[in-house]
């Protein structure tokens, strides 16, 4: 009586709901699949660190006495879908059920759903309960409502988990220190090394794997230092706390070339691999505040992001798709500049950020969302596109958290649905949170001619391209009322000098050149 019970590649831990009542006689099925590695051309440290704590995890449920069928990349016979290794699975162990727990991405959950027919077995899609929000109590707080922010959905979440509280009420008095927390980095302050963790014998062997066959996918595979076992995420959790919470809510918007992780914490791929636990990650941070090792201001803002954000996006993804990611609001339509992969580009801010996610796999949320994300609004770039490159760049990118940022909080794309104005900034935003535009060949303080940084030329031609869709929205009155007090002659040179910039951009690859590995991936 065989229960054959699935698991993916970002469901490694062993309270997975695939894996309760394991009864003697269960197979464990995981396949590291062509069809996963390939829909976008991630990053090869991502695809190294999904594969290598597959690999982990699979050898420690073995230790468990666990039967594993582990398929790997290379094995001849493998069929490279998750449908294949199925079926492959199912003729040869022949179980009574299969069992699964419900994918991260509606692209799997689709094909789970074809997967009693294909294999003529009942399948059982169980809830993934790794999150602090199940899918149904978020549809159930999103119901009725008008407007669906994060604040109040966080709020709500504070009072259910009872993080962060005293009495009933929010500890501090207050529910959010965001205030406190957009110092920009002082000169001369040098943000602690980051714990890396040497590649053991699996992972030098996956590694070999990746420089082999996924050549001309984006970013450096070496050096790899991430942790690839729950062991080793622990020691980053622990780590984190000790070293960086301290200082992460002061510095949470700073950005500094040559610092990539600042006080970050680093965790995310770990988070959405199943290593580490959301709740555990909270109770660390909340645990530090109560002994006084770190201030209020950053437990808050480090639980926001999970207890808040993190959940937030995966209520909105399973609540909206598959028509979240249709929208188009702003009509958005312009290739993805080759400059995204390549970073050569003039504007140094990009520039560095494209430079530190190639070599790291990682960039910290406000690069993501006001550097490559905020020009990516400006210029008007196709969601999909901008879509397709943040879910390939990432060592945590998966669809379900990587679309809702994209989509909603950086594109607009949703129409407002998750922030209630579009992040649009001009190169003063840059220039204040960061020393990037120090070593540009812009000028941040230029708003037109040829030093004139970019973000200020795009930035007045966005609000003016959209002001239709945009103008009525009181969080955008003052912008409007500046655009407005302009001289007709100036917005014109805005406008002119915005559309030279943006005729350059089109004029420029789009594309990689003919040839080159990356092409062939992109099918161009
Ligand atoms: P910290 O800043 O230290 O935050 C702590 C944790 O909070 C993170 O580990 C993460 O789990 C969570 N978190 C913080 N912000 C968010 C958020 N907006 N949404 C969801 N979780 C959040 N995060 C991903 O995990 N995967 C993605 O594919 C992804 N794509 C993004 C794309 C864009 C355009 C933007 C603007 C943000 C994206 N994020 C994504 C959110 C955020 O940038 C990353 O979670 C964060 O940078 C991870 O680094 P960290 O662990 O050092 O985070
Ligand atoms: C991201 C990824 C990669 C690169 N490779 C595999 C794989 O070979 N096998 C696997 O089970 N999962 C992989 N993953 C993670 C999956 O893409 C992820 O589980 C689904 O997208 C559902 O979120
Ligand atoms: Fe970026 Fe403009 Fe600053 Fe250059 S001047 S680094 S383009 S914000």
């Not at 991405?105 to 759903?113: A, L, P």
């Not at 809830?127 to 109590?137: E, I, K």
């Amino acid at each position: 009586m065989t229960v054959l019970r699935f698991i993916l590649g970002d469901q490694l831990g062993r309270g997975l709901s695939a894996l309760r009542d394991l009864a003697p006689g269960d197979v464990v099925l995981m396949a590291e699949v062509a069809d996963e590695t390939v829909y976008v051309p991630h990053h090869k440290q991502k695809i190294a660190l999904v594969l290598s704590a597959m690999r982990h995890f699979a050898a420690d449920l073995a230790a468990e006495g666990i039967e594993v069928d582990y398929v790997r990349l290379d094995d001849p016979a493998n069929s490279g879908s998750f449908t294949g290794e199925l079926a492959r699975a199912v003729a040869c162990r022949r179980p009574v059920r299969v069992v699964v727990t419900e994918p991260g991405e509606w692209r799997v959950q689709r094909m789970i759903e074809g997967w009693e027919t294909a294999v003529g077995l009942p399948v059982e899609i169980r809830p993934d309960d790794r999150f602090l929000c199940s899918r149904d109590r978020f549809a159930r707080w999103a119901e009725g409502r008008k407007s669906l922010r994060m604040e109040f959905f966080y709020r709500e979440m504070r009072r259910e988990t009872g993080f962060l509280m005293e009495g009933g009420e929010p500890a501090g008095g207050r529910w959010n220190f965001d205030a406190e927390n957009r110092k920009s980095l002082p000169a001369g302050q040098r943000p602690p090394p980051r714990r890396r963790f040497e590649p053991d014998a699996i992972t030098r062997e996956v590694l070999a794997l990746v420089a082999a066959r996924f050549p001309g996918h984006f970013g450096d595979l070496e050096p790899f230092g991430w942790a690839v076992t729950r062991a080793d995420a622990l020691e980053a959790l622990e780590h984190f706390v000790e070293a960086c919470l301290p200082l992460y809510g002061d510095y949470q918007d700073a950005m500094k070339a040559g610092e990539p992780f600042l006080y970050h914490a680093v965790l995310s791929p770990y988070l959405n691999l199943g290593l580490l636990d959301p709740g555990e990650v909270c109770l660390a941070a909340e645990t530090a505040w109560r002994r006084g090792a770190a201030p209020l201001n950053a437990a808050e803002g480090f639980v926001r992001q999970i207890l808040g954000w993190r959940e937030y996006v995966r209520g909105i993804y399973w609540l909206r798709m598959p028509g979240y990611a249709a929208t188009n609001h702003l009509g958005a339509g312009r290739p993805l500049p080759w400059f995204y992969w390549s970073g050569e580009t003039a504007m140094a801010c990009i520039a560095e950020v494209v430079a530190e996610t190639r070599r790291n796999a990682y960039a910290h949320h406000i690069q993501r969302l006001m550097v490559t994300g905020n020009f990516a609004l400006l210029a008007g770039l196709a969601p999909a596109e901008v879509e397709a490159w943040y879910l390939a760049v990432y060592a945590d990118a998966y669809d379900w958290v990587e679309l809702p940022n994209t989509h909603g909080m950086v594109l607009h794309a949703d129409g407002g649905l998750m922030a209630s104005k579009p992040y649009a900034a001009s190169g003063a935003y840059i220039d204040r949170m960061s020393d990037y535009c120090a070593g540009c060949a812009y000028d941040p303080a230029v708003k037109t001619g040829p030093r004139a940084c970019p973000f200020n030329l795009l930035y007045w031609n966005f609000l003016m391209e959209n002001r239709p869709k945009l103008s009525a929205n009181p969080r955008l009155a003052m912008p409007y009322r500046t655009l407005d007090r302009m001289t007709d002659s100036r917005r014109a040179t805005i406008r002119r000098e915005a559309g030279a910039f943006l005729a350059a951009l089109d004029a420029g690859p789009a594309a990689p050149p003919a040839g080159d590995q990356l092409a062939m991936d992109f099918g161009a």
